[in-house]
């Protein structure tokens, strides 16, 4: 399941050195909505975690796996019905000896964070 | 033993965002379940299930456990529960479609409504990931 264009689209991008920001537009009508939770939409922190791999993707323009998730802190729950749009943010890109790749992800709105994740991925 | 409870009965989510099929074990400090990858899975991608569904089965793990708590030792309504934390994360590798995945989780502690576990994921003897996992409870779900 993708979820670009169907959790989410993107709206903007901006890149300077040593940060890279995407802001997205989050979609209530995404039918995975009616089954977390019936009758109380939350967004699936799983699903915070595979749309940063999404847009990280794009923005190397590689595949990647996921392998080493240090920490993934959900700070706040995403409601489509309260929150409209988010900036997922990606600092400290880092190349590991062992080819991995280690970055910082920030999921917010303005002053508003709702996820902080250090994930390696291969 | 556990075979016969029907796990939509112990969660919150519905399908097709349902990524544990069995509990497979439960006592007082630890508890399993188990999930058979089949292609129809929302995240099962290129034949093996995606990061996220593997992450989101160990959460529903955790859910079915705290369901089972819920219903039949405590006999209240089943409740939301979201991830609050994943720490040291290790994905050895991702399961295949056709294989069945276990995991177990062990309770580390319990305060109020949040619940932190150890988490090991097994194919087989072979373990594919580990990681720690906070789940914190909500309100009552509704009926869906």
Same mark, same amino acid.
């Given at each position: 399941m993708k979820l670009q264009d169907n959790l989410f689209t993107i709206i903007s991008q901006e890149h300077q050195e040593g940060l890279s &920001? %995407? *802001?997205?537009?989050?979609?209530? !009508?995404?039918?995975? +909505?009616? &089954?977390? %939770?019936?009758?109380?939409?939350?967004?699936?922190? #799983?699903?915070?975690?595979?749309?940063a791999q999404e847009l990280l993707q794009l923005l190397l323009q590689r595949e990647l796996v996921l392998r080493y998730a240090k920490n993934i802190k959900y700070v706040a729950i995403v409601s489509p019905e309260e929150v409209a749009e988010l900036t997922v943010s990606f600092a400290k890109i880092e190349q590991l000896p062992d080819g991995n790749l280690k970055?910082?992800?920030?999921?917010?709105?303005?002053?508003?964070? +709702?996820?902080k994740m250090s994930l390696t991925f291969a | 033993m556990f075979t016969n409870i029907n796990l939509l009965e112990l969660l919150p989510q519905r399908p097709p965002f349902v990524m544990v099929d069995c509990l497979?074990? +439960? =006592? !007082? @400090?630890?508890?399993?379940?188990?999930?058979?990858? *089949?292609?129809? =899975?929302? %995240?099962?991608?290129?034949? *093996?299930?995606?990061?996220?569904?593997l992450i989101e089965h160990i959460a529903q793990t955790c859910a079915a456990r705290l369901g089972y708590y819920n219903k039949y030792v405590v006999k209240?309504?089943?409740?939301?529960? %979201?991830?609050?934390?994943?720490k040291d994360l290790d994905i050895v590798r991702l399961p295949r479609e056709g294989e069945t995945i276990e995991t177990t989780?062990?309770?580390?502690?319990?305060?109020?409504?949040?619940?932190?576990?150890? &988490?090991?994921? *097994? #194919?087989? !003897? !072979? @373990?594919?990931? @580990?990681? =720690?996992?906070k789940i914190a409870q909500g309100e009552e779900a509704k009926e869906g």
């Open positions: &920001a %995407f *802001r997205v537009k989050i979609h209530p !009508e995404w039918p995975i +909505y009616k &089954a977390h %939770f019936p009758g109380h939409p939350i967004t699936p922190g #799983v699903c915070i975690v595979q749309m970055v910082q992800v920030m999921v917010a709105d303005g002053d508003m964070l +709702y996820t | 497979t074990d +439960y =006592n !007082e @400090t630890q508890s399993s379940c188990s999930l058979t990858v *089949r292609p129809d =899975n929302v %995240f099962c991608d290129d034949g *093996r299930l995606a990061s996220a569904g209240t309504g089943i409740r939301l529960g %979201f991830i609050g934390e994943v989780v062990t309770v580390v502690q319990e305060i109020f409504d949040v619940t932190l576990v150890k &988490a090991v994921v *097994r #194919v087989g !003897e !072979e @373990t594919i990931a @580990t990681t =720690n996992l």
